[in-house]
Structures are given as structure tokens and as C-alpha cells.
């Protein structure tokens, strides 16, 4: 069954942290470079971050140094450790392959909702 599944978010002050998990189906996830998204209120999708099948990662300007993207290739699964929240934080997160067997992927699980408010 091809699915991945977003978990982890909620709501935190401004300052806090959250870890997001997204679990995939081995199919999606064996061998592909993975990237967590991000879906503000009123905004356009964007790539947060992204992490290769060796490892290597690359982030969105505005979360370089407060985010860490990490996978763990046994359990297929992809995390993302969000420090230092601000509210500009504030959106729904996914996570997904960049492409798979070659061809870009374009389907979304159902995110997990992150709110950094006071």
C-alpha cells in the first residue's frame, strides 16, 4: 500500500519545539530523497526541507539553523526537528518523495497542522 503518514504537530508558544515524523510506504521511501513541505494560511506550498537518499540535506532560508531534517532508513520514516518556532512557522506540514523511479511525485498525504502562537 503506497501511503505516508504525517504526525507530530500541534500547537506550541512562540520559542518552542516539535519533532514531525512522516512514515512511508517502503516503496516511496527506499532509495528516493525526501522533502517536508509546508502550507501556510493564504500561502503557496513550499519546500521546507529536503534530505537525499545518502543523506545529504538542504533547507529553506528562514529555517536554516532552527530545523534539522533526519530519516531513518529502517523504519522508512522521515523526521523533521522544528526549534525556535515563530509563528511564521504557523502551517500545515507534508512530507513526500522528490520523485520516484525517476518520475516526480505528486501526491500528499494529509499533513499534520503546526500552530506557534502565544
Known amino acids: 500500500q503506497v501511503q505516508l503518514v504525517e504526525s507530530g504537530g500541534g500547537l506550541v508558544q512562540p520559542g518552542g519545539s516539535l519533532r514531525l515524523s512522516c512514515a512511508a510506504s517502503?516503496?516511496?521511501?527506499?532509495?528516493?530523497?525526501m522533502g517536508w513541505y509546508r502550507q501556510g494560511p493564504g500561502k503557496q506550498r513550499e519546500l521546507v526541507a529536503g534530505i537525499t537518499s545518502g543523506g545529504s540535506t538542504n533547507y529553506l532560508g528562514s529555517v536554516k539553523g532552527r530545523f534539522t531534517i533526519s530519516r531513518d532508513n529502517a523504519k522508512s520514516t522521515v523526521y523533521l526537528q522544528m526549534n525556535s518556532l515563530k509563528p511564521e512557522d504557523t502551517a500545515v506540514y507534508y512530507c513526500k518523495p522528490r520523485a520516484v523511479a525517476g518520475t516526480p511525485y505528486n501526491f500528499w498525504g494529509q499533513g499534520t497542522q503546526v500552530t506557534v502562537s502565544s
Open positions: 517502503r516503496s516511496l521511501f527506499s532509495g528516493n530523497d
